[in-house]
C-alpha cells in the first residue's frame, strides 16, 4: 500500500505515526493480507500540484497493489473555482492510474474544513456548501477512474459522536479519536470495494 497526499495523508495531528488515516487503514488491510508491506510519501500542507509533482513521480517505481490518496483541502487556500479543482483533481487521478494502472485506487474527498479553527463563524455556511459541492465533484470523478471514494466530507461533517473532541491540540487536524473514528468508517467502504472487485474479478 502507498499513501500520497496530504496532511490528513501524513496522520499529522496523530500522537504517532501508527494513529493516523493511512496507517489505521493499513493495519486493516494487513489484518487480511498479512505479509501486505506500506510506504507513505504524503507531506503535510501538500496542494493537488505538489502531489503530482513531488509524489505521484515515487509511484512509478513503488509497485503498489493498493493507493490511498488525500488530497484537495490545501487548495481552497488558492482556489474555490469548482470547474478548477475538478480539472486539477481529474488530472492528479489520471497521473496516479498512469503510475499504478494495476493498482486499487482508494480515494479521499473533500473534508468540511468549516470543523477547524481556520474558519471564521461568518464564513463557515457559505465554506461548508463548497466543501460539500467539491467532495460531490470529486466523488464523481473518482468514479471515472473506478476508484474507491472516501466520504471524508460526511467523516467529518456528521460524526458519530457529535460532543466529542476530534481536533488535536491546533484546531486545524484530527487527533488519534478523530483519525480512528474516519478510519474505521472508511474501512469498512474499502472493504466493500475490494470484496466486490474480487468477484468481478
Known amino acids: 500500500m502507498v499513501v500520497l ?4 495523508a501524513f496522520g499529522y495531528g496523530a500522537s504517532t505515526p501508527e494513529n493516523g488515516l493511512a496507517h489505521r487503514i493499513f493495519d486493516a488491510l494487513r489484518a487480511s493480507r498479512p505479509g501486505s508491506t506500506y510506504a507513505n510519501f504524503a507531506v503535510p500542507h501538500a496542494t493537488m500540484g505538489d502531489v503530482l509533482r513531488h509524489q505521484v513521480p ?5 509497485q503498489a497493489d493498493v ?3 488525500v488530497a484537495g483541502a490545501n487548495d481552497l487556500r488558492y482556489t474555490r473555482d469548482r470547474f478548477v479543482f475538478a480539472r486539477r483533481f481529474a488530472h492528479l487521478l489520471a497521473a496516479v ?3 499504478a494502472p494495476d493498482a486499487v485506487l482508494l480515494a479521499g474527498g473533500m473534508p468540511d474544513v468549516t470543523q477547524t479553527v481556520g474558519v471564521a463563524p461568518l464564513l463557515k455556511l457559505p465554506i461548508m456548501h463548497i466543501c460539500a459541492r467539491l467532495n460531490e465533484r470529486m466523488r464523481s470523478i473518482a468514479g471515472q477512474f473506478d476508484a474507491c471514494f472516501i466520504d471524508l466530507f460526511t467523516y467529518t461533517n456528521a460524526p458519530l459522536k457529535a460532543a466529542a473532541l476530534y481536533l ?3 484546531g486545524y487536524h484530527p487527533n488519534d479519536d478523530g483519525y480512528a473514528e474516519i478510519s474505521e468508517r472508511s474501512y469498512a467502504v474499502i472493504a466493500e470495494h475490494l470484496s466486490r472487485s474480487v468477484r468481478e474479478g
Do not use: I, N, P
Not at 497526499?5 to 490528513?8: A, E, H, K, P, T
Open 5 to 8: 497526499g496530504d496532511s490528513l
Open 58 to 62: 515515487k509511484l512509478h517505481r513503488a
Open 67 to 69: 493507493v490511498l490518496l
Open 97 to 99: 492510474r498512469d503510475a
Open 168 to 170: 488535536c491540540d491546533d
